[in-house]
């Protein structure tokens, strides 16, 4: 997000790759096909150092029992991790993109727990495993889009939304889920400044949150998150600019009105409570056409933005009926 007097992050100059690295890493995504994501996994066809090497050295720590989705694949080649894992928006944890991958290093995600509140027949305190050991774990490959224009592919590890949140049983009144970040300024020493109103919170309208793309994450590449995507729970919804993944949840709320998200609150004029990825409505300060990958070299052009970034078939049916240049 870009608010005033922010030092300016450029995308471009994190991302210089030297022409010779950038060559050979072209000629192993024409060689390679569509790319395994899992890690361990060697990649048919193509040498498997030049592999490894271009998809960055994962970190972290090894989720077991994880079953790749049959569905959500994409026949594009993952972003390189150390890409994901230290280009970061993450306000807890600074403005600045390079920011979360430093000072959320030895933020504690064990252990950790969830308040579940509001119009539910089974609210409470849960525990990550009592959330999240009853699911099989489930890598999806989804294409993401920030809405400042930058993009990247991952295979993120999680388990469905609706499938989670449907263990609290909503009821009829629960029209809208909220979901808030942690609120702690001694672990998260962002939070010691005014920069956006604290918890971060994001919503959802009912029928988004129990729709099977929404998907409530725990690793990626075959690993647990690190701090700085949102461990230890993190929202994905790959149909909606960035903004609405909202990081390390601590707060579950069935509401009956929409939620006020945290971005509607600092700059109402220019985000909106959908949020859906669209090519077509321009941001105030910025066309939303085009989108830059990470990593992707200097020389290569940006690619066009898709109409709720590639998944409109799944996902249209929600918005029939709606102007979608009046709910952005
Ligand atoms: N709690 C919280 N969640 C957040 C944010 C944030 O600042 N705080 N930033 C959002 C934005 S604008 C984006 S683009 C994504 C960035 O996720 P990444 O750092 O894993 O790429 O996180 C989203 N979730
Ligand atoms: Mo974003």
Known sequence: MLIKN?????PLGSEITPESTFLNRRK???????????????????????????????????LPNVVKSQKYQLMEQPTDFDKVATYNNFYEFGTDKSY?????????TKPWTVEVDGHCAKPGTYG?????????????????????????????VGVSLGEMIKKFEPTSNAKYVKFETLHDETRMPGQTMNTVP?????GLRMDEALHPLAFMTVGYYGVELLPQNGAPLRMILPW???????????????????????????LPN?????????????????????ERRLGDGVFTRKRPTLMFNGYADEVASLYTGMDLSKFY
């Not at 922010?6 to 450029?10: F, R």
């Not at 060689?31 to 395994?36: F, Q, S």
């Not at 979360?100 to 504690?108: E, N, R, S, W």
């Open 100 to 108: 979360p991958a430093k000072l959320a290093k030895d933020f504690v």
């Open 6 to 10: 922010k030092k300016a992050t450029d």
């Open 28 to 62: 192993f995504l024409l060689g390679a096909g569509i790319g395994a994501a899992s890690v361990g996994l060697g990649l048919a066809g193509c040498d498997e150092q030049e592999a490894v090497a271009a998809k960055g050295e994962i970190t972290g720590t090894p």
């Open 128 to 156: 990550y495993d009592d959330l999240v050991s009853p699911h099989q774990l489930e890598e999806r490959v989804y294409r993401f889009r920030c809405v400042e224009a930058w993009s990247m592919i991952v295979p993120w």
């Open 270 to 290: 220019e985000y909106g409570f959908y949020a859906n990825v669209n090519p077509e409505v321009d941001h105030p300060r910025w066309s939303q056409a085009k």
């Open 198 to 202: 604290w918890p971060y919170v994001e």
């Open 240 to 266: 909606k600019y960035g903004f609405k993944s909202i990081k390390s949840i601590v707060r579950i709320s069935f509401v009956e009105k929409e939620p006020v998200n945290t971005w509607q609150v600092v």
